[in-house]
């Protein structure tokens, strides 16, 4: 059993491929380096799973937008499954750069569509995201909520991905899965989120920006928990027996939320940042930001009823992980760089 999975250098890719290769899958895993954020922590990731699993582990750098280049990096690979987690992400950037994400999240979800119709893939497991519910005040969200009133350019795309796959699931049959994931974060996670961008400053005795004054929930989700889930629902691709699925459709094709179900105010996470780092943070309180949500929580019950997950990890648990791995193995991996340099 083969994988095919999208943004193998990316914080949840690498993941996933970890999991999936733990358990003895090969991987083929793609990526193009965007330089959204940090090339080398994405190259970083690459080189681990690379070190840790050898020839079981396939990575090849290919931009899946670019629909002729995929088809050629992947004419030699055999693919049974896909987890397409790559994307251009990030809200705030969709208000500098829209044509990237119509690229990757528009196009790039159209051409892996594409591969999987013309390759008779057993199942296609892809990133959604909370973003789509918009604006909303009444928690927890659930996925048979409306999703029509995107606040941002990155979750237009990402309901539109939606859209798109449930179109290949009603006219070709292609079992899919969509998951809208809430807030993720853990070892290993990407340098624009506020986990790691509060922690960096705060280590480094710098302010941190809070917007809207501190006064926002997120669903915060640890990355091994999301992992679990990517995994369950892999694992169990939708059956085509004409009957409703989680998101309203009758086709095999079904969406899920999977995050934490307990959304934590900002200062909270701030609070756990602080004690885990064994310093006060610096805070530079803002007005909220366009494009952001004031609160993000998720209705796991469809989740939880279909396939069993079950989110295990607080942020009292998760924080100290990450800092840990910063301290540890980041801030090393980046010594030895720069003395290579």
Known sequence: MTTLITGAAGFIGMHVASALLGRGDAVVGI???TPYYSLELKRARVAHLQTRYGELFNF?????????????????????????????????????NP????????AGHV????????????????ASSSSVYGMRTETPFRVADRADTPISLYAATKRA?????????HLFRIPQTGLRFFTVYGPWGRPDMAVWKFTEAVLQGRPIDVYNHGDMLRDFTFID?????????????????????????TTPHRLYNIGNNDPEQLTELIHAIEQACGRKAEINLLPMQDGDVYQTAADIEDIARDLGFAPTTPISVGIPAFVTWYREEWMNLRDTDSHRN
């Open 99 to 106: 044509a990237a994400y119509v690229h990757s999240n528009v």
């Open 111 to 126: 051409n892996i569509l594409e591969l999987a119709r013309h390759r008779s893939i057993a199942h296609l497991v892809y």
């Open 60 to 96: 090849i750098d290919v931009d899946f937008g670019d629909a002729h280049a995929l088809t050629d990096a992947l004419s030699s690979h055999r693919i049974d499954r896909i987890v397409h987690l790559g994307a251009q992400p990030g809200v705030r950037y969709s208000l500098e």
């Open 31 to 33: 990526d193009n380096f």
């Open 161 to 169: 991905d939606e859209l798109l796959s449930e179109t290949y699931a």
């Open 225 to 249: 928990d999301i992992v679990n889930g990517v995994v369950l629902a892999l694992d169990r691709p939708p059956e085509d027996d004409n009957r409703e699925k989680p998101g309203g459709f």
